[in-house]
Nanobody, 130 residues
Framework: QVQLVESGGGLVQPGGSLRLSCVTS????????IGWFRQAPGKGREEVSC??????????YYHDSVKGRFTISRDSAKSTVYLHMNNLKPDDAGVYFC?????????????????????WGRGAQVTVPS
């Protein structure tokens, strides 16, 4: 059974930092692309970052709004993908979901849309007051 469990969310003042964790089970993390999505109240899920399967030249994606502030990383020994978030802004607030694809891509890429992902965690709330 595949499970994704997010943690590390919370309330942080503008300019602060958080590290979200996505602990996975039931999948081979080295062979799986993982995405982080954000959902603000009343809006759809928006991908903020993703990481391809392990490769000599892995692929990373960052939404323009988080480039230079967020970093995605993988620790296969811990079956965990992290999203390091620095210099947080009120617009970063929302529920953050990690998601996993259910197939092995020939090329090291990762999906950009929610429909590209099959497995989802329940989310972690990030609050950044204005």
């Amino acid at each position: 059974q595949v499970q994704l469990v997010e943690s590390g969310g919370g309330l942080v003042q503008p300019g602060g930092s958080l590290r979200l964790s996505c602990v996975t089970s039931g999948i081979n993390l080295d062979n799986t692309a993982i995405g982080w999505f954000r959902q603000a109240p009343g809006k759809g899920r928006e991908e903020v970052s993703c990481i391809s399967r392990r490769d000599e030249n892995p692929f990373y994606y960052y939404h323009d709004s988080v480039k230079g502030r967020f970093t995605i990383s993988r620790d296969s020994a811990k079956s965990t993908v992290y999203l390091h978030m620095n210099n947080l802004k009120p617009d970063d607030a929302g529920v953050y979901f990690c998601a996993a694809e259910n197939f092995i891509r020939v090329q090291p890429m990762c999906g950009r849309e929610p429909d590209d992902y099959f497995y989802w965690g329940r989310g972690a709330q990030v609050t950044v007051p204005s």
